[in-house]
């Protein structure tokens, strides 16, 4: 019944269900490491780039992970 009511709360957002770590491992199967700094100027794409990294990163930097999620949904889109 919770998952149902989660369902719900978010049913046209296109990143529902989807997880950050999977957003970021598609991007970099799909840019690369060095393409992805260069389309998104962040540290954690530039040194010493790992997707644990990254992550941690984007989960504490609110601006920097909308960036990311909206070059995921472009991406997506092609």
């Not at 490491?33 to 941690?56: D, G, M, V, Y």
């Amino acid at each position: 019944m919770e998952e149902e009511n989660k369902k719900q709360e978010h049913p046209n957002s296109p990143l529902h269900g989807i997880k950050l770590a999977e957003i970021v491992q598609y991007l970099v199967a799909t840019y690369g490491w060095e393409e992805l700094a260069a389309t998104i100027n962040l540290n954690c794409f530039k040194s010493n780039p790992t997707i644990k990294s990254c992550l941690k990163f984007l989960r504490t930097t609110p601006w920097a992970r909308t960036k990311v999620e909206n070059l995921y949904l472009k991406s997506i889109k092609k």
